[in-house]
């Protein structure tokens, strides 16, 4: 089995969606079941058939979290010593070059990026350029629009 980078962040917050689902969700719709169940006729029982779809869901969810889980490589960054490199799980503040706009990212793993929250994928273009680079390199990314040169300002293990 492959193993996934995962930040230590998105572990927890996967592992509270879990628990949520497992004690609160799934005992819930086993409780509408069980409702719709004493209204007689299954067939026509449109209750009955919604509270089914709903645990299909509900217990499919529940095994593609455990699955990520069970895959995940948990990096916590704050045990990793600060050298200014850019590093999975690091937040990077980069200037691009030609257009002097800052931007801060956050480079975590595939199921926790989230653009507006100024988490990228460590797959995507942006990361993948990065990776591996120290504060002040400047670095050329291509990107769907071109080249871009990015200044890479501050690296920060939060």
């Known amino acids: 089995m492959q193993r996934v980078p995962m930040t230590a962040e998105g572990a927890e917050a996967l592992r509270a969606e879990l ?16 409702e719709a169940r004493e209204h007689g006729d299954l067939k026509e029982n449109a209750e ?3 509270a089914r779809e709903e645990q299909g869901f509900c ?15 948990i990096i916590d960054v704050t ?3 600060h050298t200014g490199k850019v590093l999975f799980g690091t937040t990077v503040t980069i200037l691009d070059v ?7 990212y956050k480079i975590v793993g595939d199921d926790e990026a989230d653009i507006k929250q100024g988490k ?11 990776i591996g680079k120290q504060e002040g390199d400047v670095v050329q990314i291509e990107t769907p ?10 690296v920060e293990h939060r």
Not at 59 to 73: D, H, N, V
Not at 145 to 154: N, Q
Request: aromatic share 4%.
């Open 145 to 154: 629009g071109g080249v871009v040169e990015f200044e890479i300002d501050s």
């Open 48 to 50: 009955y058939h919604a």
């Open 59 to 73: 217990e499919g969810r529940i095994s593609e979290i455990e699955g990520k889980l069970g895959a995940a490589q």
């Open 98 to 104: 030609d257009t002097d706009e800052q931007k801060v």
């Open 79 to 81: 045990q990793i010593p």
């Open 19 to 34: 628990q949520h689902l497992k004690m609160v969700e799934r005992p819930r719709i086993v409780q509408s079941i069980a």
């Open 120 to 130: 990228i994928s460590v797959s995507s273009p942006i990361a993948r350029g990065l």
